[in-house]
Each structure stands twice: as structure tokens, then as C-alpha cells.
Nanobody, 125 residues
């Protein structure tokens, strides 16, 4: 069973930074597109960053230039570095893999169907 385990999120003031991490099994990490999604209060879940196996990345306009998706192959870990955070970035954040068959969502050219447990990020103004 594919598992994605996310780090704890946190609370930060506007303008600050946070880094989220997500550990996956080696096979999933190396074989599939990986990404980050978020669900803000009262809103639909949205894709914000994805990274395909060829290294190409996609970012939502709302985070472009502020967030960076990256990976550490030695640790099978996906990261989301979030800088210049704004109050509107407050949300539940999920990492996702283009594997499996649960709650299928398409983003950045990938078919995401495996999800982490979600981690809360709160940005205060």
C-alpha cells in the first residue's frame, strides 16, 4: 500500500517561511509524478505544485515565485518550501502521488490518486 507521510505544518506570521516535507516509498518516489495540494476553509482543494519524473514542474499562479517544490532522492522525501507567506495561504496541505486509484484529481499533467494525511498551515497577518 502506498503511503505518503507528511511533516507537521505550523503557524507563521505573514511574510514568513515554512517548509513541508513528505516521505514516500522508494518505488513511488522514483516512479511517479508527485505534488502538493491545499484546501482553504470554504474552498475546493486546489493543486499548487507538481513535479514530474523528468524534473519538470508546474505551479499555481497564486504561489508562483514564492513556493518551490523539490526532492531529496536519498531520503525519498518531497519538499514544499513556502516563502513570503500570506494569510490566504492558510489551508490544509496535502502531498500526493500519481499512483493508486483514490479520489482521482488531475493537475500539472499528472493523475493524482494517493494522498497524504494533510497538515495544517496557518498564516496570521
Amino acid at each position: 500500500q502506498v503511503q505518503l507521510v507528511e511533516s507537521e505544518g505550523g503557524s507563521v506570521q505573514a511574510g514568513g517561511s515554512l517548509r513541508l516535507s513528505c516521505v514516500a516509498s522508494e518505488y513511488i518516489f522514483r516512479s511517479y509524478c508527485l505534488g502538493w495540494f491545499r484546501r482553504a476553509p470554504g474552498k475546493e482543494r486546489e493543486g499548487i505544485a507538481s513535479r514530474q519524473t523528468d524534473g519538470s514542474t508546474t505551479y499555481a499562479d497564486s504561489v508562483k515565485g514564492r513556493f518551490t517544490i523539490s526532492r531529496d532522492n536519498a531520503k525519498n522525501t518531497l519538499y514544499l518550501q513556502m516563502n513570503s507567506l500570506k494569510s490566504e495561504d492558510t489551508a490544509l496541505y496535502y502531498c500526493a502521488a500519481a499512483a493508486g486509484d483514490r479520489d482521482v484529481t488531475y493537475y500539472g499533467g499528472c493523475r493524482f490518486a494517493t494522498w497524504g494525511q494533510g497538515t495544517q498551515v496557518t498564516v496570521s497577518s
